[in-house]
């Protein structure tokens, strides 16, 4: 899947910002206390939990988001990939997996896992960005064929690994892995972001305009940069900011406590 490495600053201006508008509601639905926080990247929902009087064990599998998430944070930051948790047995009452297991290579295996690290009663709750584009990146795909880019072909896993990305799929791999879901439909906010953030980001290759942006060669990555501080001159707001409506796909699950750990 993705490579992350060295992008922790990038991901932090750019879309870090957007994945911050499902913390709130993972933090209200899980339980108060101790929380895991799996795929923590820089540790912007770590800290609002950790704010909140939480303590926070978190973890990620790209060493420059550790070392970002381990300078905001109080806890203890692990690099570990799912899914594989240098985690015991049914420790964890609360874990946080914030557009995470849309990145991860076999998540029916990362939901196996994180269900062996809770308690019975214990609750995961999970974002992943449902199929079908975002508005953000409907100017994004607009910018690419003004300026002429090659798109790369889509990363795709293999069909016995893949789900339907929607919350009604990311609750069926939840089922699978023996989990209850209580909760699954779509969250909506807005993301505001300033252009020269976003571009930040892009030229990082995060996401996967990201790696559009570098798979181009340097003229069209420029004109890409023209084009897109161009059209953002007309979007922005007063304050310079562009403004997204996003839609995220959220399920809360529970590991059943009718059941030995
Ligand atoms: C879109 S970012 C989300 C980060 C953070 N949860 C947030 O809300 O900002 C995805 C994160 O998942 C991490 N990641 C990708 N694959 C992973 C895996 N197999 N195990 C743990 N973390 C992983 C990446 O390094 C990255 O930090």
Do not use: K
Not at 27 to 41: H, R, S, Y
Not at 94 to 108: D, E, K, S
Not at 126 to 135: E, R
Not at 207 to 233: C, H, K, N, S, Y
């Amino acid at each position: 899947m993705r490579d992350w490495t060295a992008t922790a600053e990038a991901y932090d201006r750019s879309f870090a910002t957007l994945c911050d508008g499902a913390a709130a509601r993972l933090l209200a639905d899980l339980p108060g206390g101790d929380l895991l926080d799996a795929g923590c990247g820089t540790g912007r929902l770590a800290q609002q939990a950790e704010r909140a009087g939480r303590t926070v064990t978190a973890l990620d599998a790209d060493e420059s988001m550790v070392e970002a998430a381990r300078a905001r944070l109080r806890g203890q930051v692990l690099r570990a990939a799912l899914p594989d948790l240098p985690l015991p047995d049914a420790r964890e009452s609360a874990i946080a997996a914030n557009f995470v297991l849309n990145h991860v290579g076999r998540p029916r295996a990362a939901h196996a896992e994180l269900r062996r690290a809770l308690r019975p009663g214990g609750r995961l709750a999970m974002t992943i960005w449902p199929a079908g584009g975002a508005s953000w990146s409907a100017l994004l795909r607009e910018v690419f064929e003004t300026a002429g880019a090659v798109l790369p072909p889509p990363e795709r896993l293999p069909a016995d690994e893949d789900f339907d990305r929607s919350a009604d799929g990311l609750a069926e791999l939840a089922r699978d892995a023996q989990l209850e879901a209580l909760t699954a439909c779509d969250l909506h906010w807005d993301w505001r972001i300033r252009p020269e953030d976003l571009w930040a980001g892009l030229e990082a290759g995060i996401a996967t305009p990201g790696a559009v942006v570098r798979a181009q060669t340097p003229p069209v990555r420029d004109r890409i940069q023209e084009l897109l501080a161009a059209r953002a001159a007309d979007l922005a707001d007063a304050e310079g900011h562009l403004t997204f409506p996003v839609r995220a796909a959220y399920v809360l699950a529970e590991r059943p406590s009718d059941e030995e750990a």
